[in-house]
């Protein structure tokens, strides 16, 4: 698994966790799963997903699993009725920030990209192309 609820100790007390999960791992794992689904859904286009979730120990980015454990512990305090805890709500939308950058092509992280068949045998060989993504500057004209 790419993340395990022991590894959370970093943006969150085992205590505050546990209680607000009744010490249900099972409701961990589930939420995980669904982050990593949600940080799939911002991925895809430009990157392997199966190759960056599928990493383990010391072979996956740390950025990624950084914005993943913002966006698991945010989950996990949401548990909780009307009292989020401040600092996992920024790390929640810094991560959702950064995957909304990604996505849209103004950063480009260092994750396997994603490959595409470019020429027609079936095989990927090359990566899908990155594009930034803006707009151009308006000019006014004076006509």
Do not use: C
């Not at 669904?34 to 286009?45: A, N, R, T």
């Not at 454990?69 to 959702?96: C, S």
């Amino acid at each position: 698994m790419f993340l395990e609820k022991s590894e959370l100790k970093t943006v969150g007390l085992d205590e505050i966790i546990n209680k607000i999960i009744n010490n249900d791992d099972a409701i961990v794992t589930d939420i995980i799963a669904e982050s990593i689904d949600v940080m799939k859904g911002y991925l895809f286009q430009y990157f392997d997903t199966l190759a960056i979730f599928n990493a383990t120990a010391t072979d996956r980015n740390l950025t990624v699993l950084k914005h993943l454990k913002g966006i698991v512990l945010f989950e996990i305090y949401a548990r909780r009725t009307k009292q989020i805890n401040e600092m996992a709500k920024l790390r929640y939308d810094e991560a959702m920030l950064w995957l909304e950058k990604v996505s849209s092509g103004k950063i480009k992280p260092d994750l396997p990209p994603k490959l595409m068949d470019s020429d027609g045998d079936g095989i990927p060989d090359s990566e899908v192309p990155f594009m930034k993504l803006g707009s151009r500057k308006t000019y006014t004209n004076g006509w």
